[in-house]
């Protein structure tokens, strides 16, 4: 049964820091895997999402890496800002037509001025 | 900007009564999911569809909930009788799938059930 697991699950930080945050998985065997946001009271919102083969992708101050083989995962937010404060979630995919995500539980970031 | 409608946003009803959840999914999307959202247990896939057809609901209490999509633009969720363990909130998302090829899933705003 996947796994997944995000470190840390809360964190603060001021605002124009550059930060990492963190995603493991425990199944290697993964057709891709997406980061989403979700603000209070709202549903998610994909930010990326990276096919098993690619080992990156960027979108604007985002960028999302994917190690398959050690089951590792990372978000990189440049030059952070308040409106970036909120849940980050990472999901992966076990697979092609089986399109199920298996989440992590989130890392809630709070970005200050 | 296409989204996925879900309807209601809150509902709060006593224990014993039905819930009717919908959602409308993204015109288009061949494959709708409903997840639960709770503090202690995270995200969890209760089942999907694929072109209206179930692919899964190993994740849902088949004794009181069940799934449907009567039509590409209504997917359905309904618990009778419901229990003040089923308070969570619950969404709904669709996207595209193929055999190589999945799209990011897109997600309703989700509805807040309580239930006393």
């Known amino acids: 049964k996947q796994e997944v697991t995000q470190i840390p699950a809360a964190l603060s930080v001021p605002e124009g820091e550059n930060l990492v945050l963190n995603c493991s998985f425990t199944?290697?065997?993964?057709?891709?895997l997406q980061w989403f946001r979700q603000d209070p009271g709202k549903g998610l919102t994909s930010l990326l999402l990276i096919q098993s083969s690619q080992r990156e992708q960027t979108s604007g101050r985002l960028n999302a890496s994917l190690d398959k083989s050690s089951g590792r995962s990372t978000l990189y937010i440049a030059a952070s800002q308040p409106g970036d404060s909120a849940t980050y979630l990472c999901a992966v995919s076990s697979g092609g037509s089986n399109y199920k995500l298996t989440f992590g539980k989130g890392t809630l970031l709070t970005v200050n001025p | 900007d296409a989204r996925v409608t879900q309807t209601p946003r809150h509902k709060v009803t006593e224990m014993g009564q039905e819930v009717t959840m919908r959602c409308q999914p993204i015109l288009g999307h061949n494959t709708v999911f409903w997840y639960r959202q709770t503090m202690m247990q995270g995200l969890e896939l209760l089942a999907y569809?694929?072109?209206?057809?179930?692919?899964?609901d190993s994740g849902m209490p088949k004794d009181r909930f069940s799934a449907e999509m009567p039509d590409a633009t209504l997917a359905t969720l309904k618990i009778q009788p419901s229990e003040p363990r089923d308070s969570a909130v619950y969404f709904c998302?669709?996207?595209?799938?193929?055999?190589?090829?999945?799209?990011?899933?897109?997600f309703g705003n989700g509805t807040r059930l309580t239930v006393t």
């Open positions: 998302a669709s996207g595209s799938t193929g055999s190589s090829y999945n799209s990011p899933l897109h």
């Open positions: 569809f694929r072109n209206r057809a179930p692919l899964d």
């Open positions: 199944d290697s065997a993964i057709y891709n």
